[in-house]
C-alpha cells in the first residue's frame, strides 16, 4: 500500500509571501520570525521602526536569500494602502496571506477623548484593515490565501478608560466574520484575540499588572511566540477553519 509523502513543515510554505503589517518589533516581529522559520517569504511593514525594520529583514535574508522585503506606510493615509500592497506584489509576484497586525493602543477616558483619537483608534483598527483586505483580495483570491487580523480580548469584554480602542477591535472581529463570509470560498479569513501577552511599551503600574495577572487563569503572562504559533496554524494547518476569532489569553476571556 502506498502512503502519501510527508510533506515537511517548512515545505508548506515555501514559495508563499506573507505581508505583515507592523512587524518590526514585538509580536509582529516574532510572528515574522516564526512563520519564516516555516517557509514563509515575509513583507515586513512598518511606520517609523525603519532600523527595527531593516534588521529584521536582514536577518531573515541571512537566513534565506530573498525571502523578506520591507515596505513603509502610514496606515492611516488610506489612499497609500493599494500602493502599498501593489509594491509589495511587484516585488514579490504573489501575496499569500494578509496579517493585519499593526494597532494603536492607549486610554481615552470619556472626559478627554478627542476626535483625533477616535481617527487614530479606529483608523489603524479597523479601516486600515479593511482597506488593506480590500486591495490585497484579488491577489489572495488567486492563490487560495487567507487574511488574519488581530482583535483583542478586550472586543468582547470592556477595559477600563477605553471607549474606543474597545469598540474599535469589536469590529474589527465582525470585519473578521463579515470579510470571511464575502470572501468564501477562495480567501478564508480569522482572527487571533491577544490578552496579557506583552505589556504596553510606554509601561504599567505593577498594581495593574497584578490586577490583570489575577483575572488570568493561567495566572501568567503568554509569551509572543503564543500567538505566533496559533497564527502558524491558522495558516498551514487549518484549511477548513474560517470566520473564527481564536482567544489566546490564558483563559481570562472565561470571566472576571
Not at 483583542?152 to 480602542?165: E, K, S, T
Request: aromatic letters at 4%; one cysteine or more; a neutral charge.
Amino acid at each position: 500500500m502506498n502512503h502519501p509523502a510527508t510533506i515537511e513543515p517548512s515545505e508548506r510554505l515555501a514559495g508563499k509571501w506573507v505581508l505583515i503589517t507592523g512587524a518590526a518589533k514585538r509580536i509582529g516581529a516574532c510572528i515574522a520570525r516564526t512563520l519564516h522559520e516555516n517557509g514563509a517569504n515575509i513583507a515586513i511593514h512598518y511606520r517609523g521602526s525603519a532600523d527595527a525594520a531593516e534588521q529584521l529583514a536582514a536577518e531573515l535574508n541571512n537566513s534565506r536569500t530573498g525571502s523578506a522585503m520591507t515596505v513603509q506606510a502610514d496606515l492611516l493615509d488610506t489612499q497609500r494602502l493599494a500602493g502599498l500592497v501593489e509594491e509589495v506584489m511587484t516585488h514579490t509576484g504573489r501575496l499569500d496571506v494578509l496579517l493585519n497586525n499593526a494597532s494603536t493602543f492607549y486610554p481615552t477616558p470619556l472626559n478627554e477623548v478627542t476626535e483625533a483619537h477616535w481617527d487614530d483608534l479606529l483608523g489603524t483598527n479597523l479601516k486600515a484593515p479593511l482597506f488593506l483586505s480590500q486591495a490585497a483580495a484579488p491577489h489572495l483570491r488567486k492563490n487560495q490565501g487567507m487574511i488574519i487580523n488581530i482583535v483583542d480580548i478586550h472586543a468582547q469584554r470592556p477595559l477600563r478608560n477605553h471607549p474606543v480602542y474597545g469598540p474599535a477591535k469589536a469590529a474589527l472581529g465582525m470585519l473578521t466574520r463579515s470579510l470571511a463570509r464575502d470572501l468564501a470560498p477562495e480567501i478564508r479569513v480569522n482572527g487571533v484575540s491577544p490578552g496579557a501577552i506583552l505589556w504596553p511599551e510606554d509601561g504599567m503600574s505593577e498594581k495593574m499588572e497584578q490586577t490583570i495577572l489575577k483575572q488570568v487563569p493561567l495566572k501568567r503572562t503568554g509569551e509572543p511566540a503564543d500567538i505566533a504559533r496559533t497564527i502558524l496554524f491558522l495558516v498551514k494547518d487549518a484549511p477548513y477553519i474560517t470566520g473564527q476569532i481564536i482567544a489566546v489569553d490564558g483563559g481570562r476571556s472565561i470571566g472576571w
